[in-house]
T-cell receptor, first 116, second 113 residues
């Protein structure tokens, strides 16, 4: 248990559906992240939020829309996805951004997304 | 362009022996390195890190070595235990850092009883 909770754990959606992934942390962290892990590929950073402000968008298609209403919650809104978007989506948080101590990311268990 | 590479997709060792997981990187701007461990159906868990000003960091059974000139780091686990069986990811962060962690592909470690 890392203190970062993601729901749902599994999601199957059609290409015309709209769904949202939720991430919650009560660790007092100020930075939150969305990562994507496709089969046999490294984790890819998608979005970064620091103090609720988006600081990075790693050229993610607009069919993925993040939302960070407060430092404890992060959402990833999904619509008109493609089958190749099927992957494990991981949320993470860290106390601060940057390098060095207190910047290590704590990950949630992930949402296994299947687009059909 | 894979800036962090873990060339061994899998490693199998006997319980009690040393496990050595390797990681190579190409970006000379990386100056902070981390290892994460991932069990099936769980997210990655932070294990140990090292700053580029050091060449070794130790935490219990886990030691990370950094060779900057070779752009190589390794994680040593000794003695290995069956509970160490997991996928191990190497990650690196550049300066100026922001937050961008670049991950390797992971190495599946299996420790046999």
């Amino acid at each position: 248990e890392t203190g970062v909770t993601q729901t749902p754990r599994h999601l199957v959606m059609g290409m015309t559906n709209k769904k949202s992934l939720k991430c919650e942390q009560h660790l007092g962290h100020n930075a939150m992240y969305w990562y994507k892990q496709s089969a046999k590929k490294p984790l890819e950073l998608m979005f970064v939020y620091n103090f609720k402000e988006q600081t990075e968008n790693n050229s993610v298609p607009s069919r993925f829309s993040p939302e960070c209403p407060n430092s404890s919650h992060l959402f990833l809104h999904l619509h008109t996805l493609q089958p190749e978007d099927s992957a494990l989506y991981l949320c993470a948080s860290s106390l601060t951004m940057g390098a060095g101590p207190n910047t290590e990311a704590f990950f949630g268990q992930g949402t296994r997304l299947t687009v059909v | 362009d894979q800036q962090v590479k873990q060339n061994s997709p899998s490693l199998s060792v006997q319980e009690g022996r040393i496990s050595i997981l390797n990681c190579d990187y190409t970006n000379s701007m990386f100056d902070y390195f981390l290892w994460y461990k991932k069990y099936p159906a769980e997210g990655p868990t932070f294990l140990i890190s090292i700053s580029s000003i050091k060449d070794k960091n130790e935490d219990g059974r886990f030691t990370v070595f950094l060779n900057k000139s070779a752009k190589h780091l390794s994680l040593h686990i000794v003695p290995s235990q069956p509970g160490d069986s997991a996928v191990y990811f190497c990650a690196a962060r550049p300066v100026p850092s922001g937050s961008r962690l670049t991950f390797g592909e992971g190495t599946q470690l299996t420790v046999n009883p």
